[in-house]
């Protein structure tokens, strides 16, 4: 069967020039009307749009009545996310099944209680009969993020109570979406693969391993790891599990849930949010920016030379001429970012075992260099530094971890907090988010056709 194309036709490019045209809006509005864009202020301060007991983003703190920014905190239900990361590697087990019964049910579990919930996710880590074959197989997408919507949308005809928003059945939702994610994404990577002429391995999860060791053992084609990678990948999973209602995907699942839909369409539509570059999508932009500083900068011990680089990337001279350093800067973390500071105390012990500690220097040259730099060629109105994204894909190619699913890793363990916010929308809420725009075009009479003045 031959491949359809689709042209964009001259009509198509006059239509979207005059689309283009009609729908800006001047900038200065925005100020004139008050309208915070992005609904944050200069200062990166978020829109107050509801309340949450789910977890709590800790940027700024009261000093003599004025608030300032003072290095970042994340909690989970209350709970400081560096003590559960720090007590799971004390006692040296797992923490995302952990993490994940906190999120969902408000309280730390105990140790029978966490066998039971882990015992549960094991038992509803599979998909029904012919999916992978029928659903996963079929016309693979080079995007594992929109295989991943179509395969949630796709459950939805599986579950005879799919509309039901009771809790206890949007919980038995959640719990399989929970369970699914690790398969649905790797085996939507393996179909790719398989589709561009590699090899397909198809492995089963298996039910005495945690969430960490069957994402490693199922995209594996020897499904060997060490204990340390899969103690590292379990680290992200908890660092991306969650972080607060006001980012993009959450927010997106809480507006969503509002209109009584059910949990497939919910999780569908927080999956198209996570996809963009500007949110989920930031790491990879972060390892391209790495590959194409690495070419271009011939001693990567050198700081004038990294320096001249970054300069460059400001000035729109290099990379993707976006003027972006990514990894560096965050819509709510002006000091520091929690999750990267956990992060890079694992990042090294890594790169060190996989020979790869010369990259990990570089990374801490940009770390320290970057917000300087940022700092003195542009007019920010708060600092900047290093977020999660900024190590977080260095630290999955070390797991070869393959770019196409460094996304979907992010949604393997963001589905929990989404799980979450959906439940509380549900408990808490009872009404539909619509908030307000102020129209600024000008009002018209209707002109009959034969006299319409316009171009051709």
């Known amino acids: 069967m031959e491949d359809i194309i689709f042209k964009i036709t001259s009509q198509v490019e006059k239509l979207s020039a005059i689309c283009e045209d009609r729908d800006r ?3 200065e509005l925005y100020g004139e009307h008050q309208v915070m864009r992005g609904l944050r202020d200069l200062n990166g301060k978020g829109v107050l749009a509801g309340l949450t007991n789910i977890s709590e983003v800790h940027a700024k703190e009261k000093v003599d009545g004025e608030l300032v920014p003072c290095p970042g905190r994340l909690f989970y239900r209350g709970y400081e996310v560096k003590d559960l990361v720090n007590n799971c590697r004390a006692e040296g087990r797992f923490g995302f099944e952990e993490a994940a019964y906190l999120l969902l049910i408000g309280e730390l579990p105990g140790k029978k209680a966490l066998e039971d919930f882990t015992d549960e996710l094991s038992e509803r880590r599979t998909l029904p009969q012919n999916f992978v074959r029928d659903v996963i197989m079929k016309a693979p997408s080079r995007d594992i993020m929109i295989n991943l919507a179509k395969s949630v949308l796709t459950l939805y005809s599986y579950d005879e109570a799919a509309e039901d928003t009771s809790i206890a059945n949007v919980m038995r939702q959640c719990l399989n979406l929970i369970s699914q994610f690790p398969m649905l994404a790797v085996y939507s990577y393996q179909a790719y693969s398989h589709s561009n002429g590699n090899s397909l391995y198809l492995h089963n999860p298996q039910p005495e391993l945690s969430t960490a060791e069957n994402i ?14 899969a103690a590292v990948l379990d680290l992200a999973l908890i660092l991306h599990m969650e972080h607060g209602g006001g980012n993009n995907s ?13 949990t497939y369409s ?7 949010s996570l996809k963009g570059p500007r949110h989920g999508g930031a790491n990879i932009k972060v390892v391209r920016m790495f590959d194409d500083m690495k070419k271009k900068v011939r001693d990567w011990k050198d700081d004038e030379e990294v320096e001249a680089y970054l300069t460059r990337i400001l000035h729109k001279e290099e990379f993707d001429q976006s003027g972006l350093i990514y990894g560096v800067g965050h819509a709510v973390y002006s000091v520091s970012d929690p999750r990267a500071e956990i992060f890079k105390s694992f990042v090294s012990r890594l790169a060190a075992e996989k020979g790869r500690s010369e990259e990990f220097s570089l990374y801490a040259a940009v770390e320290r260099l970057a917000p300087q ?3 003195r060629e542009r007019r920010i109105y708060k600092g900047v530094n ?5 190590y977080s894909g260095f630290v999955y190619s070390m797991l070869d971890l393959p770019l196409e699913l460094y996304t979907p890793m992010f949604a393997v363990a963001r589905i929990v907090g989404w799980s979450a916010h959906r439940l509380e929308e549900i408990v808490s809420a009872e009404k539909i988010i619509r908030p307000a725009y102020t129209s600024v075009c000008e009002r018209r009479a209707y002109v009959k056709i034969a006299d319409r003045q316009l171009e051709e």
């Open 373 to 375: 730099i940022i700092g």
């Open 25 to 27: 809006v001047a900038p």
């Open 386 to 390: 290093t977020n999660v994204d900024f």
């Open 250 to 262: 959450s927010f997106t699942t809480r507006v969503v849930t509002s209109s009584g839909t059910d």
């Open 266 to 272: 919910v999780v569908a539509a927080a999956l198209g």
């Open 216 to 229: 490693l053992a199922m995209l594996r084609p020897d499904q060997s790891y060490t204990p340390f990678e």
